[in-house]
Structure formats: structure tokens, C-alpha cells
């Protein structure tokens, strides 16, 4: 996606799909095509869930159409300078409970959030951005779309053709980088919790 992402390096071999993939606010404006923006959600379809039961669900509104602001109205006001520029943006709600029982589903927004990742990388890939946000009104979000109790707003991802850093508030310029990760031995215990 940039230069910039050759800042990060692994402790370890891994793929660098996913070394490179980070969460750009440098978004061009152009529009994405139906193909391309529906080929994201092909490869979220494909994430692991608990008894296949695919909580995932995703609204998506594309940039100057009438639902537009649906979902941008919701967006903290930090958001939405950068996010003026996507090409869509997409509301990510998982479903609480199983279709085949209709019992609550304790790893819904875990299985939700494999999905986001597999759009991520897809995006990635394909030199698109895909930038998650919690920093939205989730209440505002419910209704603006009549979402029933049972399923849960997750989070709002901006989608577009990555633009130029420059054209960002100064601000955002400043935080405009892939950022690190802790060390491996900082998030992992052989045998014990040790945090």
C-alpha cells in the first residue's frame, strides 16, 4: 500500500500479507466498483465460526448515495474528516444467537471478528484500505437501521483506494503510519495467566 510499511518487521517468519496490512485514514475519494467492493465480502463469508453458524452480518453504504449518512451521521466527529473520503462505509453486526436453536452464541463477535479480519486482508491485497472504527454512536447506529436486540453493531469500516498522506489534517498526518505490536512475550503464557 506504501512505502511506509516497510517500517514494521517481524520478531518471526510470517506471511506479509499480513506484516503489511494496516489501517490507512488516507482515503483518495474514487469510487470502488460493485465487483470489487462485493469481492471484500466474499472473503470475509469465508471465515471460521462456530458450528459454521456465520454471525456476520454487513451493511454497507456507498459514498453519495441516499443511506450514506445512515451510518456516516453516526461516526465520532474525529471519523468523519477522514472518512468523508471513502468509497463506502460498512456497519459490521454480528448475530447473538445460533440459527439452529436460537440459543445465545458466546463467541458471535469472535467469529464477527474473523470475519472483519479475512475483509482486511482481502483488501490488503488488493491495495485497498479497510479501516475498522469503534468510534461510533453503536445506539444511533441500531436505529438508524432498525437492527433488533438480538443482533449486535460491532464496528463501522471505512473502504477505499488509499489517497495521500499529505491531504490529511496535520493531526492525522502525524499518526499516518503502520503502527507496531507488542512482543510476542508479552501476550502469551506457557501453563499459566501471568498479566
Not at 133 to 140: K, L, P, V
Not at 142 to 163: C, T
Not at 166 to 179: H, R, V, Y
Amino acid at each position: 500500500m506504501s512505502s511506509e510499511k516497510s517500517i514494521r518487521k517481524s520478531e518471526l517468519p510470517i506471511t506479509p500479507l499480513i506484516l503489511n496490512r494496516w489501517s490507512p485514514r488516507a482515503l483518495s475519494g474514487e469510487k470502488m466498483g460493485d465487483e470489487e467492493l462485493l469481492s471484500l465480502f466474499e472473503a470475509a463469508k469465508w471465515a471460521p465460526s462456530a458450528f459454521n453458524s456465520q454471525p456476520w452480518r454487513f451493511i454497507y453504504v456507498k459514498n453519495g448515495t441516499p443511506s450514506w449518512d445512515k451510518i456516516f451521521s453516526t461516526l465520532a466527529n474525529g471519523n468523519k474528516i477522514w472518512t468523508a473520503k471513502a468509497a463506502a462505509l460498512v456497519l459490521v453486526i454480528s448475530r447473538n444467537n445460533f440459527e439452529y436453536n436460537d440459543r445465545p452464541n458466546p463467541t458471535a463477535s469472535f467469529d464477527c471478528g474473523a470475519a472483519w479480519q479475512s475483509l482486511a486482508l482481502e483488501a490488503s491485497a488488493r491495495g485497498l484500505v479497510a479501516h475498522a472504527m469503534s468510534g461510533f454512536d453503536f445506539d444511533a447506529a441500531r436505529a438508524n437501521f432498525k437492527i433488533p436486540e438480538d443482533y449486535q453493531p460491532e464496528v463501522v469500516v471505512a473502504l477505499g483506494h488509499l489517497g495521500k498522506k499529505d491531504d490529511l489534517p496535520e493531526d492525522f498526518q502525524k499518526i499516518e503510519f503502520p503502527s507496531d505490536r507488542k512482543k510476542v512475550q508479552e501476550i502469551i503464557s506457557e501453563g499459566e495467566f501471568k498479566w
